[in-house]
């Protein structure tokens, strides 16, 4: 919007100028000439310019019209600017709501995974219990296994012994 009021100054800046320009080579033509003070907005002040009254009245008509048409372009751009920013706000809006949704879809996807990851860690705390069962029931087996043998060793040797001191006592009654 300021860019628009910027135009509309340099443009009354410009109508200014060829009016000077206009009052200046038209001077020494005419002879019903008169001298005024005209003030403008601003700083656009023109002191003793001499004009013809006659002229004035189309230039400021033409001005009217001019200022006319700049302030209905300026009423179409500021109509155009308002649907704009109410575009803009809608596709904020529109995005705001896609990335609400694709953050919801990320986050159902990691809840899914989170869920499978579960599910994979029941089952192998379930393989981890069922082989160390059967760690416990191997070491039993083994603990049973080294328990028979030990008991079959302890046999053995006695029943060394004892043969020993049978084939002794043979040998001392072949004797």
Do not use: W
């Amino acid at each position: 919007m300021a860019t628009e009021i910027d135009f509309l100054r340099e443009q009354n800046r410009r109508l200014n100028e060829d009016f000077r320009r206009y009052q200046m080579e038209n001077f020494s033509k005419y002879s019903s000439v008169q001298k005024a003070v005209c003030q403008g907005e601003g700083d656009d002040t023109f002191e003793n310019l001499v004009f013809d009254q006659s002229f004035l009245a189309p230039l400021i008509t033409e001005y009217d019209k001019h200022l006319g048409e700049l302030n209905g372009q300026l009423k179409y751009y500021q109509k155009q600017v308002g649907e704009m920013k109410l575009q803009l706000e809608n596709v904020i809006k529109e995005n705001e709501r896609t990335e609400l949704s694709r953050q919801k879809l990320h986050t159902q996807e990691l809840l899914s995974q989170l869920e499978m990851a579960n599910e994979k860690v029941a089952e192998n705390e379930k393989l981890i219990l069922e082989h160390q069962e059967k760690a416990n029931r191997l070491q039993r087996r083994l603990s049973q296994a080294e328990e028979r043998a030990a008991s079959a060793s302890q046999q053995l040797s006695v029943i060394t012994v004892q043969r020993r001191k049978a084939a002794s006592l043979m040998n001392l009654e072949n004797i």
